[in-house]
């Protein structure tokens, strides 16, 4: 078993989905937390000056999503074969890619708005629907049946995130399939012990 | 062997990097481009409404990013291990997100040359030299030693793009390693058959 090391910053962001599959697949490893005032010691120690990075016995996955199907790949979370691990990477960069739709940034709360609810409505529920239709299709619980996968564990995280910062939109309502998912993953044994211990945070 | 199908238009664009793919391992797929007129009845079948998509004995793989790293975990074009995997996954991450952020659609003339001088500067020279620093490590042409792995080629491509649209740039004269290995790329039996017999267009 390598040596594993998460850098982030003390959040959940982009890095939970990486602790996630850690605590899900009850492997070992450091989540190494820097306070912004750390960073910029650190951020040159980076490949890319970014993070969330994963040290594998040193060596760097400067990359969150890379990081996310390595580290799914290793812990038979990518759906037992690589047609199936492809689906898990699908699945990934669409959801990922409906998110960063939302304008983070976006300082003028009128605009803030406007933008939001077009990420929503042409962008996160259609994803997500489309993902309800594939976990449908295969009448269990998660997206390859009854076996749990990274994909299930990534939707959950970034669920996780988005519901916090947009509560009114009241996602799970809207999704009923999406709502046994996140519930299932949520009761996952080690995943249920992570969520009561671990730090609370803004993001 | 499964049977391949990759559904895109007529265009090199985000298809070409799964093409070369087939190119490099000799492997047969139906090459499909759909035209504009043909385009509205076809979207609808694609799994997001978009293409690339890759049919993997009819499965959609419907992301491009996803594809690749499928057909280079298939064919053997990912490093030989799964930590090299990785390294392909978030180079292959890291090149796309510097690419998109070249301002191409900006329609105000002096702000997209700025732009475009800016993100060239901060974003797409140093990963460039980042890779190539990584390729110096492992003492070869390739990424991975004299082994040519996917993001090699994704590379090729990165750059046949950015010669065609910034030919002022020079990119290769200023990168002198990623110019080897560009000319090796380029010299694959396979690749070099596919560059000469490939339709010519104009993105």
């Not at chain 1, 629907?129 to 619980?141: D, I, P």
Request: glycine content about 4%.
């Amino acid at each position: 078993m390598p040596t594993y090391k998460l850098c982030y910053f003390n959040a959940r962001g982009l890095g939970e989905m990486l602790r996630l599959l850690f605590v899900q697949a009850d492997v070992e490893y450091e989540d190494v937390r820097y306070s912004s005032e750390e960073w910029p010691k650190y951020k040159p120690t980076m490949l890319f000056g970014q993070m969330p990075v994963l040290f594998v016995d040193g060596e760097q996955i400067a990359h969150s999503r890379a990081a996310l199907r390595y580290l799914a790949r290793e812990f038979k979370l990518d759906g037992g074969n690589s047609l199936n691990a492809a689906k898990v990477d699908m699945w990934t960069e669409a959801m990922i890619e409906a998110i960063m739709k939302l304008p983070f940034y976006e300082q003028d709360e009128a605009k803030k708005a406007e933008l939001t609810a077009v990420a929503f409505k042409d962008h996160i529920h259609p994803k997500l629907t489309k993902f309800e239709e594939a976990v449908n299709a295969k009448c269990g619980t998660y997206l390859f049946g009854n076996d749990i996968s990274a994909a299930d564990i990534m939707v959950f995280a970034i669920f996780d995130l988005v519901n916090r910062r947009n509560p009114d939109e009241k996602i799970l309502d809207k999704h009923p399939t999406l709502a046994k998912v996140v519930a299932a993953v949520q009761e996952q044994p080690r995943i249920a012990k992570w969520l009561k211990e671990r730090p609370e945070t803004e993001n | 062997m499964p049977t391949y199908k990759l559904c895109y238009f007529n265009a090199r664009g985000y298809g070409e990097m799964c093409r070369l793919l087939f190119a490099e391992a000799g492997v047969e797929y139906e090459d499909i481009r759909y035209t504009r007129e043909e385009w509205p009845e076809q979207k609808p079948k694609m799994l997001f409404g978009q293409m690339p998509v890759l049919f993997v004995d009819g499965e959609q793989i419907a992301h491009s990013r996803a594809a690749f790293r499928y057909l280079a975990r298939e064919f053997k074009l990912d490093g030989g291990n799964s930590l090299n995997a990785a390294k392909c996954d978030m180079w292959q991450e890291v090149e796309f997100e510097a690419i998109s952020k070249l301002p191409f659609s900006e329609e105000d003339e002096a702000k997209k040359a700025e732009l475009m001088t800016s993100i060239l500067k901060e974003q797409v020279h140093p990963k460039i030299t980042k890779y190539e620093e990584a390729i110096k490590e492992n003492g070869g042409i390739y990424l991975f030693g004299d082994k040519i792995s996917s993001v090699d080629i994704l590379m090729y491509g990165a750059v046949e793009f950015l010669d065609k649209f910034l030919p002022n740039e020079k990119i290769l004269e200023q990168h002198p390693t990623l110019k080897t290995l560009v000319e090796e790329v380029q010299k694959r039996p396979g690749i070099s058959k596919w560059l000469k017999e490939r339709p010519v267009t104009e993105m």
